[in-house]
T-cell receptor
Framework: DVKVTQSSRYLVKRTGEKVFLECVQD?????MFWYRQDPGLGLRLIYF???????EKGDIPEGYSVSREKKERFSLILESASTNQTSMYLC????????????FGQGTRLTVV | AQRVTQPEKLLSVFKGAPVELKCNYSYSGSPELFWYVQYSRQRLQLLLRHISRESIKGFTADLNKGETSFHLKKPFAQEEDSAMYYC????????????FGQGTELSVKP
């Protein structure tokens, strides 16, 4: 069974903290994605990676960075968490070509207080 | 620019009624279009993609390049169809970068 696993289901962090969200996939996918999901706004792409050490900004990269040192792992970093980053974060992975299914993690509900 | 628009935030129908969830896109090239679904407390998952031309759970979607649309249809809605539906687009020349619309919540009432 294919798996995309996010390290935490729920997180509560304080304003100004550095936050790491981890995602691991076991399907040997080239592409990995980080989205945030907000009611009425849908899924907005934060960052996208199509290979190890490669990254591309999505629509809302401000306040975020990413790391992909290994093919199976894609980390999202909030350098200094703010309350407007309270959201559901979804990780996904897919093969390199654009016509294949993307598989999603269970999501991380981050609350910044 | 690559963009997906779902004009309806909420669509409420009665069981047995036809359903159409609208999706429009903009993309300069040949897009790959998808519908993803998220049932309550479950992961987002693929429902169908235009390249497969298949019907899944009674849903179909036709890519209309002239109108740049990829509407999702089902002739007779069931209560278990209640979920959040997202239209998504990927471009072959972008290495699989996947962009989503705002989502439409479908509520099927008994």
């Amino acid at each position: 069974d294919v798996k995309v696993t996010q390290s935490s289901r729920y997180l509560v962090k304080r304003t100004g903290e550095k936050v790491f969200l981890e995602c691991v996939q076991d399907m040997d996918h080239e592409n990995m994605f980080w989205y945030r999901q907000d009611p009425g706004l849908g899924l907005r792409l934060i960052y996208f990676s199509y290979d190890v050490k490669m990254k591309e900004k999505g629509d809302i990269p401000e306040g975020y960075s990413v790391s992909r040192e290994k093919k199976e792992r894609f980390s999202l970093i909030l350098e200094s968490a703010s309350t407007n980053q309270t959201s559901m974060y979804l990780c996904a992975s897919s093969f390199f070509s654009g016509d294949t299914e993307a598989f999603f993690g269970q999501g991380t509900r981050l609350t910044v207080v | 620019a690559q963009r997906v628009t779902q004009p309806e935030k909420l669509l409420s129908v009665f069981k047995g009624a036809p359903v159409e969830l609208k999706c429009n896109y903009s993309y300069s090239g040949s897009p790959e279009l998808f519908w993803y679904v998220q049932y309550s407390r479950q992961r987002l998952q693929l429902l169908l993609r235009h390249i497969s031309r298949e019907s899944i759970k009674g849903f179909t979607a036709d890519l209309n390049k002239g109108e740049t649309s990829f509407h999702l249809k089902k002739p007779f809605a069931q209560e278990e169809d209640s979920a959040m539906y997202y239209c998504a687009l990927s471009g072959r020349n972008q290495g699989g970068k996947l962009i989503f619309g705002q989502g439409t919540e479908l509520s099927v009432k008994p």
